[in-house]
């Protein structure tokens, strides 16, 4: 299996404009998860699915911030409209149940 | 709230020495207790984990502790070897939650 894949790896926009992020999760795995990596906070959670219901968002920091998943093999997060203080760094993460989650690469993000 | 907290930034040791990384949380309900390395440019990779009913578990270099009444588990890595250099996560879960994270440990060895 290739892992998990998120795309695009880096990203550059303006502020105001509208921002997806996209997440391929391991095939078989039913959990996935999206966290954004900043310094001041390190690895936050934002939101849960298990069997693409979504399970957990309270750590979607406002109405600006979307995500869905609508079938097993994708998901999108979205950011609109996107602000400055949305950069860093966006994980996303699959896992089959119990234990450990496997990480993609990561989206770089930056809004000037 | 920081359920999971690493309160070492950064940590610097001498290759073939001893390195331990320290993690402290405080729910009493998390019962999976996991570690992870992240490179630069990386996402981050799964190391070792426990399990609540354990206080030792054993991988090769690296040696994960849990101590369950002082809510703290810490990772060590003997010997410690310049490849070991990364960001050093530790995270919690209970059943049908999400892992939840520290800030991180950034580990140097060197030679």
């Known amino acids: 299996d290739a892992g998990v894949i998120q795309s695009p790896r880096h990203e550059v926009t303006e502020m105001g404009q509208e921002v997806t992020l996209r997440c391929k999760p391991i095939s078989g795995h039913n959990s996935l998860f999206w966290y954004r990596q900043t310094m001041m906070r390190g690895l936050e959670l934002l939101i849960y699915f298990n069997n693409n219901v979504p399970i957990d968002d309270s750590g979607m920091p406002e109405d600006r911030f979307s995500a869905k998943m609508p079938n097993a093999s994708f998901s999108t997060l979205k950011i609109q409209p996107s602000e400055p203080r949305d950069s860093a760094v966006y994980f996303c993460a699959s896992s089959p149940g119990r234990g450990e989650a496997f990480f993609g690469q990561g989206t770089r993000l930056t809004v000037v | 709230d920081q359920q999971v907290k690493q309160n070492s930034p950064s940590l610097s040791v001498q290759e073939g020495r001893i390195s331990i990384l320290n993690c402290d949380y405080t729910?009493?309900?998390?019962?999976?207790f996991l570690w992870y390395k992240k490179y630069p440019a990386e996402g981050p990779t799964f190391l070792i984990s426990i399990s609540s009913i354990k206080d030792k578990n054993e991988d090769g270099r690296f040696t994960v502790f849990l101590n369950k009444s002082a809510k703290h588990l810490s990772l060590h890595i003997v010997p410690s070897q310049p490849g070991d250099s990364a960001v050093y996560f530790c995270a919690a879960s209970r059943t049908g939650y999400a892992l939840n994270f520290g800030k991180g440990t950034s580990l140097l060895v060197t030679p």
């Open positions: 729910n009493s309900m998390f019962d999976y």
